[in-house]
């Protein structure tokens, strides 16, 4: 199926990461600076192990037909090598609850979305005690944290989970497993976001840290979890 004939009647909700190669506090700075200029907001993911363990990046959310939402991506990627930019991934993200091109099935999912497609679910637990990290590993799912997220004085903490190769109610059903355990262990749970990877053209880049996670994750646990810092 023609990926981009199928997607491209609907206008939906996406949200893209264009990564870029850096070194150093100063590229940073003038990343920032430019990320201001062309509306978008750049990030800095800190991973505990890798190839790739510092990834510089942008985000963005865009709505609209899947064409154009592509040629928008790729149009932030080329402003940021006009930049002296070196672009080295642009990752599109179809957000589950507004967006109608979803597969359901797992024959859906390898018959019209073969390739580097894969779920990403992610749920914030606030004020999580040292039991969590051992639920996470249990459940094939893992914790990540952003150091400027806090509610008041409690520290909160995002699970993640990544589920390549099935339709939305496989994963769905997964996920819900490991909700349902946090319910029962009485943790304070919020942000639910659940997202389907479409656009993925370097996920080597992850190398040497998800490839070992990717049949459920996206992330690490306990003190080698990434974390993910706005600049």
Not at 143 to 162: E, H, M, P, W, Y
Not at 210 to 230: D, F, H, R
């Amino acid at each position: 199926m023609d990926l981009g004939q199928n997607l491209n009647v609907v206008r939906d909700l996406y949200e893209s990461h264009i990564t870029v190669d850096s070194t150093g506090q100063q590229y940073m700075v003038r990343f920032k600076e430019v990320c201001s200029q062309i509306n978008v907001k750049p990030i800095l993911i800190i991973l505990p192990a890798g190839q790739h363990p510092s990834q510089l990046m942008t985000a963005k959310f865009h709505r609209g037909e899947y064409g154009e939402v592509v040629e928008e991506v790729y149009n932030i990627g080329k402003a940021l090598s006009r930049e002296g930019f070196k672009v080295t991934r642009h990752k599109l993200e179809a957000m589950v609850r507004e967006n109608s091109h979803i597969p359901l099935t797992d024959e859906q999912a390898k018959k019209d979305f073969p390739g580097n497609t894969y779920f990403e679910f992610h749920i914030k637990v606030t004020d999580p005690d040292t039991k969590l990290e051992e639920i996470c590993n249990k459940n094939g799912v893992h914790l990540s944290r952003n150091i400027a997220s806090k509610a008041g004085d409690k520290i909160q903490k995002f699970i993640t989970a990544r589920y390549p190769g099935v339709g939305r109610v496989s994963a769905e059903e997964k996920f819900d497993q490991v909700v349902g355990i946090l319910k029962e262990k009485k943790y304070a749970l919020s942000h639910l976001i659940k997202e389907f990877t479409i656009l993925d053209d370097n996920k080597e880049i992850d190398a040497g840290w998800a490839e070992p996670l990717i049949s459920s994750c996206y992330g690490n646990c306990g003190l080698t979890c990434p974390v993910v810092q706005k600049i």
